[in-house]
């Protein structure tokens, strides 16, 4: 059972070049999500999706876009890298019925390593 | 917005309770969460607590909600060396209680 994989693992862009990241998850779940982690910053929500075909903002969406075309796929996409967006970014899921407790556990990625130069 | 705090670090001594400590300001939020990052991994879920609840308790691990004071803390009985990680809260932002705002991560350091 692979969970959620990350693709790339590790990678480094130049500032203004493009790049999609993918987060595959096996478990079915409805909610996925990208979060984004700085050293004294935490994880820091970037945008998320409750079904497919739907996203929604988190709390840092600027620079970044997604698409959730397929439930088991989340893409993210930076059109113009910047600096600031060196980070480890991770990816989660989850079920989206919070009566069933066990089923509010969001399961994460190994996370992606972004070196924007 | 939505903002949560806690500690950075907590040194312990292997086999003493740990209290790591959260403040959040979403008072509607529906879940709290704790969450553990072990060096070069995701999060992995330890514990949650719904918001209608006063403790939790899960073996080691006694979850404390104080919704007055939008408190929030996690002990750890009994600390061993294997519990040295960074340990983050969270709370949720959505009505189904798994869109997370986390905090910045308290960083426990348990010596032997």
């Keep these: 059972n692979a969970g959620v994989t990350q693709t790339p693992k590790f990678r480094v862009l130049k500032t203004g070049q493009s790049m999609t990241l ?94 924007v130069v | 917005g939505e903002d949560v705090e806690q500690s950075l670090f907590l040194s312990v001594r292997e086999g003493d309770s740990s209290v790591i400590n959260c403040t959040y300001t979403d008072s509607s939020s529906t879940y709290l969460y704790w969450y553990k990052q072990e060096p070069g991994a995701g999060l992995q879920l330890l514990t949650y607590i719904f918001s209608n609840m006063d403790m939790k308790q899960d073996q080691r691990l006694t979850v404390l909600l104080n919704k007055k004071d939008k408190h929030l803390s996690l002990r750890i009985a009994d600390t061993q060396t294997g519990d040295s990680a960074i340990y983050f809260c969270a709370e949720s932002i959505d009505q189904a209680g798994t869109a997370l705002i986390f905090g910045k991560g308290t960083t426990l350091s348990v010596s032997s």
């Design chain 1, 22 to 115: 993918l987060c595959a998850q096996d478990m079915n779940h409805e909610y996925m999500y990208w979060y984004r982690q700085d050293p004294g910053m935490g994880l820091r929500l970037i945008h998320y999706s409750v079904g497919e075909g739907t996203t929604a903002k988190g709390e840092v969406p600027d620079g970044y876009n997604v698409s959730r075309l397929k439930k088991q796929n989340f893409l993210l996409g930076l059109e113009s890298a910047a600096p600031s967006q060196t980070s480890v970014y991770f990816c989660a899921s989850s079920y989206s019925e919070a009566t069933i407790s066990i089923n509010t556990e969001a399961f994460f990625g190994q996370g992606t390593r972004l070196t």
